[in-house]
């Protein structure tokens, strides 16, 4: 049998031996630690385990909660800071980067068109680029995961018309800043952020009996209301009625940005009193009188005061940090904190991390990666300092979940179903092998670049695409004993037994492609 054909034989009896096996198998004595890496941040690196054993799991924790306390490392700012579409406002980045203008009467020639929409895929790729190095190499860990959270949960398309120019900015702007903080504070910046109120069109909502009725502006929207209320606040299943939609599409009408290409103050928020609907409305019972502007900021209150958006938040958070069906009561004792503390999302998740639930080892491995969580964690384990992102990117689209590119507004899932399927398995497998076994040229920058330095095509096969290839880079194999080390050697017998029998150069893709590391 050739090493190919072994591999895989060998992942295979792997993934059938978890079912059967590994869950009798005792955890090993830094399972704890561990447990809480694979928690609160994207996964180990190569000595966390020691240092979160000096320092003490609780002191590890609130260090965590205070992210302002942990010191970035200098190259890490460095490299985030030369990222200059991320020094831009939105209205900066339409300036520079959006269609041309209409000049004399005169429409832009198709080739223009097409010339500025190319020049604009620097901005989705220095996105790309911050998420993906800040998740590797930030000491920020918790940081992270919660930028991952909030965006999914207040989710932005990049490939919906002019959101693909402001999703960096988006998450820089409306989300990164609040990740840790007031749940009133998150949502309305990402109410008024211009990202937002295009993504879900209510830039265009329009009272219809209003003086702005004209143009694109011709009634009514109730988008952004809806996912409002059952994505961002109460849920679906948070008592409300379809009058309570229309009335906070009405609420809301007038809500949106000016386009005022040309001038820094363009393409921010922006309240056009011409289209609100200034009549009385009933939301969730109360009323709300007719004043303009100021109707959305009592309705966001309202909403984020909610007893169902406290249940609904806790349960996602649950969802996340602990299991995919999180217990109830767990549910309901994060639910009355968000409650006591007005929606500290600090406070909610210092409850969640001194909970038996979260400690029950019961639910220790119980989460399947996401494909972001699994790319991440392996980079991390591996210790790979990444210079080219577009092998990451190319695997990461094969996986089905590329940053910024879920194109619903509820985000990527969370849950193993989602994700657990033969054929992502399989695609999971490939990755880990080019990343243990073959170059994938990570720590180069590519070959072929174009004036960002980094293209973003659909790639079929990252590895072998030339786009991926660094001049001429030697890559030493990995070392299997570190990187399970690095891991706490948290494997089942039948893993172990699988990865001590195959040769040297397959053991580093057998624990990446283990059930155990798929798992957090």
């Known amino acids: 049998m050739n090493l190919k054909l072994k591999y895989r034989a060998l992942l295979l009896y792997l993934w059938l031996g978890l079912i059967a096996s590994s869950s009798a198998a005792s955890p090993p004595d830094n399972s704890q630690i561990l447990h809480l890496l694979n928690r609160i941040s994207f996964g180990p690196r190569l000595g966390d385990i020691e240092k979160v054993r000096s320092r003490g799991t609780e002191n590890y924790i609130q260090q965590q909660l205070s992210p302002e306390t942990i010191p970035e490392p200098p190259n890490l700012t460095t490299r985030i800071n030369s990222l200059e579409t991320l020094q831009k406002t939105p209205a900066e980045l339409f300036v520079e980067y959006g269609r ?74 409306a989300i990164r800043p609040y990740a840790l903080g007031k749940f009133r ?47 961002h606040t109460l849920g679906v299943n948070g008592g409300y009625t379809q009058q309570d939609v229309i009335a906070l599409a009405r ?26 609907d200034f009549s009385d409305k009933v939301f969730l019972g109360q009323t709300i009188k007719g004043s303009g502007e100021t109707e959305g900021e009592q309705a966001l209150n309202i909403l984020a005061k909610s007893p169902a958006t406290a249940k609904h938040v806790s349960y996602k958070l649950a969802q996340y940090f602990v299991a995919d069906s999180p217990p109830n009561a767990l549910v309901d004792r994060l639910s009355q ?50 210079e080219n992102f577009q092998p990451l990117y190319g695997y990461l689209q094969q996986l089905g979940m590329p940053p910024y590119g879920c194109q619903t507004p ?19 497998l490939s990755f880990v ?50 990187l399970a080390n690095t891991l706490g050697n948290n494997f089942s017998a039948n893993t172990k037994s699988a990865i001590e029998s195959s040769p040297a150069n397959l053991r580093a893709a057998l624990i990446l492609g283990s059930p155990e590391f798929m798992h957090r």
């Open 100 to 173: 041309p203008p209409v000049q004399n009467g005169q429409k832009p020639r198709p080739e223009a068109i097409r010339a500025a929409r190319q020049k604009s895929r620097i901005i989705l790729q220095q996105a790309v680029i911050a998420r993906l190095l800040r998740a590797a190499e930030s000491p920020r860990q918790l940081q992270e995961v919660m930028v991952d959270f909030w965006y999914n949960h207040f989710n932005v398309y990049s490939d919906k018309g002019l959101d693909r120019l402001w999703v960096g900015a988006y998450e820089l702007e």
């Open 185 to 231: 504070e998150l949502l309305g910046a990402t109410s008024r952020h211009p990202a937002m109120l295009y993504y879900l069109d209510n830039w265009q909502n329009t009272a219809p009996q209003s003086s702005g009725v004209q143009g694109r502006f011709q009634g009514l929207n109730e988008n952004y209301a809806r996912e409002l209320i059952e994505l």
């Open 251 to 276: 609420i809301f009408t007038g809500w949106g940005f000016s386009p005022r290409s040309g001038q820094n103050d363009g393409y921010s928020f922006y309240f056009d009193a011409k289209r609100h």
């Open 337 to 386: 904190r968000f409650l006591e503390t007005d929606g500290d999302i600090r406070e909610v998740l210092n409850t969640l991390f001194r909970s038996r639930e979260f400690w029950d080892k019961k639910n220790y491995s119980a989460k399947f990666k996401t494909p972001y969580q699994y790319v991440i964690s392996a980079v991390r384990a591996t210790n790979q300092k990444v």
């Open 410 to 428: 509820d985000g990527y899932k969370n849950t193993q179903n989602a994700w657990l399927n033969p054929d992502a398995i399989a695609r999971r």
């Open 433 to 482: 092998t080019a990343l243990a076994s073959n170059p994938l040229y990570l720590s180069s920058p590519p070959a072929d670049k174009n004036q960002s330095g980094w293209m973003l095509p659909q790639i079929g096969t990252p590895s072998n695409s030339s786009l991926a290839r660094g001049p001429k880079e030697s890559k030493e194999p990995i070392d299997s004993s570190q």
